[in-house]
């Protein structure tokens, strides 16, 4: 099995525009979704949901500006480390995560052993 990173991006705005019965069937549907992978022996790591502000140092100059996302408005909101087979497994397990149902996107990388 090898261990890949999903990393969470969606419009951090419409998060906070649910309602509160919006926003406890979105938490059902992650839980939900997450429990499937735990129960397949997927899981590996899961991280708390990210803020959408954050700061970026760049450079030899290390100078340090508003970020990292203050062009786009889509966000990284978390992240979550699973196992797969391979990188096609990988991809049919992202498919039911909820923060499709959003136009949200899933970015897989394979995480090199060290």
């Known amino acids: 099995m090898a261990k890949f990173t999903y990393l969470f991006r969606g419009d951090q705005k419409l998060l906070w525009s649910m309602s509160p019965e919006q926003m406890?069937?979105?938490?059902k549907k992650w839980m939900e979704w997450k429990d499937m992978l735990e129960r397949g022996g997927h899981m590996q790591?899961?991280?708390?949901?990210?803020?959408?502000?954050g700061k970026v140092v760049r450079g030899k100059a290390k100078s340090v500006t508003d970020g990292p996302y203050?062009?786009?408005?889509?966000?990284?909101?978390?992240?979550?480390?699973?196992?797969?087979t391979?990188?096609?497994?990988?991809?049919?397990l992202a498919?039911?995560?909820p923060i499709l149902d959003s136009d949200?996107?899933?970015?897989?990388?394979?995480?090199?052993?060290?």
């Open 70 to 84: 203050v062009e786009i408005k889509d966000s990284i909101g978390g992240s979550m480390v699973i196992e797969a």
């Open 95 to 97: 498919k039911g995560c």
């Open 45 to 53: 790591k899961s991280t708390e949901r990210m803020d959408h502000a």
């Open 24 to 27: 406890q069937q979105t938490m």
């Open 104 to 114: 949200g996107t899933v970015e897989i990388r394979a995480m090199i052993p060290a």
């Open 86 to 92: 391979d990188m096609e497994q990988a991809v049919e």
